[in-house]
């Protein structure tokens, strides 16, 4: 029943897909989603910000800041931001290195090359043609895949498959099912570069979870992921409770939170997001305070030669953007 209403918002996403953009006075590295719902854009982004700093470069993140009041252009500033400002993953984002949100790409851009950055390294905004990618790197959770292969609202894709791949330079999957062995077939025959990676607890916190009773709760794209990850590092997840992605917490969820893990004398566990996304709001205060944020960072497979891709791209767009 839905598929009339898929096929023309994708046909209209391909078309606005293949459109000119902006040209930034940087090399632009763009992280994006093949699907709606997280598939570790963040850490992804975190990643490559280690890698261009451990090359000598001075990247800034750009991002839109899903669910903050702010369009923007501007820096984040944890101190002075919360999430009703700024958004969730930004706050994420600016723990790693300068972050700059703005609904209009360009405009943001333009304000991360006058705060310093030599390399622009965007956290979503790949379906977005305001500004020039010179790298594309689409990620993939191994284990959802793309679902049916529909584009949205008949499916998860954003875009059809192929208009997306062929824009595309890169494809990380992230995880080991084998839920996009499909898409990393067709990618190859695209000639995509394939990379592998997986996102791991910190070790010291996932030794504190080992056999533990928990409460786990999130507001994130695929919640079920995050138990999993619990359950794998031993935890005993007794209660679950999953909110939409993005959700802001009101007084009355977070009371209810502490106050059953109180009762049945559980440990609060959630995301690095949902914590971002409560932190700084008196409503949440008591939640903030209780709960536990699981963080976890990428880990490459192939990391040499990952860096060695990403670093190949940015000085064939800087010798680009000179002459």
């Known amino acids: 029943m839905l598929a009339p209403a898929a096929a023309v918002y994708g046909a209209i996403a391909a078309r606005r897909m293949a459109r000119s953009g902006t040209r930034a006075a940087v090399p632009v590295i763009c992280i994006g ?88 390294v965007m956290d979503d905004g790949f379906q977005n043609p305001a500004l020039e990618k010179d790298l594309s790197i689409l990620v993939l959770d191994a284990r959802r895949g793309i679902g049916n292969a529909c584009v949205f609202p008949a499916g998860p894709l954003r875009a059809p498959l192929d208009a997306q791949l062929k824009r595309a330079d890169g494809l990380l999957v992230i995880g080991g099912d084998a839920g996009a062995d499909n898409v990393v077939r067709h990618g190859r025959t695209l000639g995509l570069s394939i990379f592998q990676g997986r996102l791991a607890p910190a070790p010291g916190f996932a030794m504190g979870l080992k056999e533990r009773r928990v409460l786990a709760f999130a507001g994130i794209g695929d919640p079920e992921k995050f138990y999993a990850t619990l359950e794998a590092l031993g935890a005993f997840v007794v209660e679950r409770r999953s909110f939409p992605d993005h959700h802001v917490y009101s007084r009355l969820e977070a009371a209810d939170l502490v106050n059953d893990a109180q009762r049945l004398d559980l440990a609060l566990v959630t995301t690095e997001k949902d914590a971002a996304r409560f932190a700084g709001h008196r409503e949440a205060s008591a939640l903030a305070a209780r709960a536990l944020a699981l963080p976890v960072t990428l880990t490459l497979d192939e990391e040499a030669d990952f860096h060695g891709f990403v670093m190949e791209r940015v000085s064939a767009a800087r010798d680009r953007i000179r002459s």
């Open 33 to 120: 989603n093949l699907t709606l719902g997280g598939a570790g854009k963040t850490p992804t982004a975190i990643q490559i910000v280690k890698l261009l700093r451990e090359a000598g470069e001075s990247p800034v993140l750009l991002t839109r800041g899903y669910g903050g009041r702010l369009a923007g252009p501007v820096r984040v500033d944890p101190k002075q931001h919360t999430s009703a400002d700024v958004g969730d993953e930004p706050l994420l984002l600016a723990r790693a290195a300068p972050t700059i949100v703005s609904r209009d790409r360009a405009t943001g851009a333009s304000l991360a090359a006058r705060e310093g950055a030599s390399v622009i």
